[in-house]
């Protein structure tokens, strides 16, 4: 079975200043990568995704992504950060299978980011 | 990107009711809709997966005669939660994908309080 591991609960940051989350999963076959976002009482918002092809994966609001085989990582990044991108961050994963049920995905546990102005 | 929307968002009820919560794909045809439970500060964790015309598969642990998954049509999902009581409350998240789309919509949430 997958597992995805999200080792920040909370990661507190300045306005302005860069930030990394952090995403370790674990599976016996191929996977593809995705983080959301999560603003309160709202659901779940595609940030980017990997699927294949190159490794450095860009998304909206300027975050990007690296996927990296060896490590088994997929850390989440954002070279400045704003007020706004205060919120909950969701990696996961999706087995590279065909057939019901393929589309299903495990979350990590998720990061909450704060920026402080 | 393609839209999915639940409804309502925001559900009060009283102990032994039952609540319904409908998700729906406003501009694709969903062949799968999944459902995720969210405790407060926590990941989601799948309910059940359901694919139109058929029954829902249930992940272990999830009460399938407690929470009554409908997947009528390509465009809604509807999930029941049957004699609501307190610890049912929680925050209810559908999402949602077409044939070919390789790629989960997800709805807005519920959040269901049960008093």
Redesign the interface.
């Known amino acids: 079975a997958q597992s995805v591991t999200q080792l920040d609960s909370q990661v507190p940051v300045f306005e302005e200043a860069p930030v990394e989350l952090r995403c370790n999963y674990s599976s016996s076959v191929s996977v593809y990568l995705f983080w959301y976002v999560q603003y309160p009482n709202q659901g779940l918002q595609l940030l980017l995704k990997y699927l294949s092809g190159s490794t450095l994966v860009k998304g909206i609001n300027g975050f990007e992504a690296e996927f990296n085989k060896s490590q088994t990582s997929f850390h989440l990044r954002k070279p400045s950060v704003h007020i706004s991108d205060t919120a909950e961050y969701f990696c996961a994963v999706r087995l590279l299978y065909s057939g019901a049920g393929s589309y299903q995905l495990t979350f990590g546990k998720g990061t909450k980011l704060s920026v402080i102005p | 990107?393609a839209v999915?929307s639940?409804h309502p968002?925001w559900v009060i009820c009283k102990s032994g009711t039952s609540v319904k919560i409908e998700c729906r794909s406003l501009d694709f045809q969903a062949t799968?809709m999944?459902w995720y439970r969210q405790f407060p500060?926590?990941?989601?964790m799948?309910m059940a997966?359901s694919?139109e015309g058929s029954k829902a598969?249930y992940e272990q642990g999830v009460e399938k005669d407690k929470f009554l998954i409908n997947h009528a049509s390509l465009t809604l999902s509807t999930l029941t939660v049957t004699s609501a009581h307190p610890e049912d409350s929680s925050?209810y998240?559908c999402?949602a994908?077409g044939s070919g789309t390789?790629?989960?919509f997800?709805?807005?949430?519920s959040?269901l309080t049960v008093l």
């Open positions: 990107g999915v639940q968002s799968t999944f500060k926590q990941s989601l799948l997966t694919n598969t925050f998240i999402s994908t390789g790629e989960l997800f709805g807005e949430g959040r």
